[in-house]
């Protein structure tokens, strides 16, 4: 009969076991070379406090990447960080994506009770540019979409184009598919559901997707707010720049506001 001692392994001794335990946490000085990575990215600054948020966000990537120490995961950052492939995933994995459809709906009220009677009668303008920077997953894209395309009998003849901008391609590319689930469409008004959203066919599967037609009035394209210009996005007659700022120190909300005034149509030089 064997010997059950001759099976005896020593549970302390980890050479035994394929091992794939993280076991360092994030130091200050991780904590400190990520944060000024992400600032001179994205321009948000992370206070120390934001330690525990940041090392927990970054957990699941570095597991993915088989990296076990957050200094290892600095170097593939900075190594890889001329094709911007890593820093496109930090940037996806730390930034909040809070966003609803008629989120604020007095400005979409202004939109077209004012701005829209603005440049149709006064400055008789009848193609009109809208860009949502910071667009998300498109939801105010779309809502702009919807109280336009509802109140364009008005304005005969009148126009219009939006475009969608976020520094997050996943983001994007969920604005540019134009499918939201149930939950995501309730703050949509029940006639606009009607005439602006089609479910899908399968009535187990609870997605709505925007029709073609405000699709086509639409556009989507990465940018980073913090690019020195945004020559490559072209003017604009109204812009919307929600719930963005707040995240900026206000050396880098001034320099934002100066480039966004700049991308504005001047209507009294025309």
């Given at each position: 009969m064997m010997n059950t001692k001759d099976f005896k392994i020593d549970l302390m001794d980890k050479s035994n076991f394929k091992y794939n335990i993280?076991?360092?946490?994030?130091?200050?000085?991780?904590?400190?070379?990520?944060?000024?990575?992400v600032t001179n990215e994205l321009g948000i600054k992370m206070p120390p406090q934001k330690k525990t948020l940041l090392e927990a966000r970054l957990f699941k990537r570095l597991k993915e990447l088989n990296l076990d120490s957050y200094e290892k995961y600095i170097k593939h950052l900075t190594k890889n960080n001329n094709d911007n492939e890593e820093i496109t995933t930090l940037i996806d994995l730390i930034t909040?994506?809070?966003?609803?459809?008629?989120?604020?709906?007095k400005h979409f009220d202004i939109l077209v009770?004012?701005?829209?009677?603005?440049?149709?009668?006064?400055?008789k303008k009848n193609s009109i540019n809208i860009w949502s920077a910071g667009c998300s997953s498109g939801e105010e894209v779309y809502t702009i979409a919807m109280v336009i395309e509802d109140k364009i009998k008005?304005?005969?003849?009148?126009?219009?184009?939006?475009?969608?901008?976020?520094?997050?391609?996943?983001?994007?590319?969920?604005?540019?598919?134009?499918?939201?689930?149930?939950?995501?469409?309730?703050?949509?008004?029940?006639?606009?559901?009607?005439?602006?959203?089609?479910?899908?066919?399968?009535?187990?599967?609870?997605?709505?997707r925007i029709v073609p037609e405000l699709r086509a009035k639409t556009s989507f394209l990465k940018h980073n707010l913090m690019n020195e210009n945004y020559n490559e996005l072209?003017?604009?007659?109204?812009?919307?720049?929600?719930?963005?700022?707040?995240?900026?120190?206000?050396?880098?909300?001034?320099?934002?506001?100066s480039k966004i005034f700049n991308s504005l149509n001047n209507f009294h030089n025309q």
């Open positions: 993280f076991e360092r946490k994030m130091t200050d000085t991780d904590f400190d070379i990520i944060s000024k990575i909040t994506n809070k966003t609803d459809f008629f989120r604020e709906p009770n004012e701005s829209l009677n603005y440049f149709y009668n006064e400055i008005i304005y005969p003849s009148m126009d219009y184009k939006i475009l969608g901008t976020d520094i997050s391609q996943r983001m994007i590319n969920s604005a540019v598919s134009a499918v939201y689930n149930e939950s995501k469409i309730a703050d949509i008004p029940f006639s606009y559901k009607k005439k602006f959203l089609m479910k899908h066919k399968n009535n187990e599967i609870k997605n709505y072209g003017v604009f007659d109204i812009i919307f720049c929600r719930n963005v700022m707040i995240y900026f120190d206000n050396p880098t909300q001034s320099k934002l506001i």
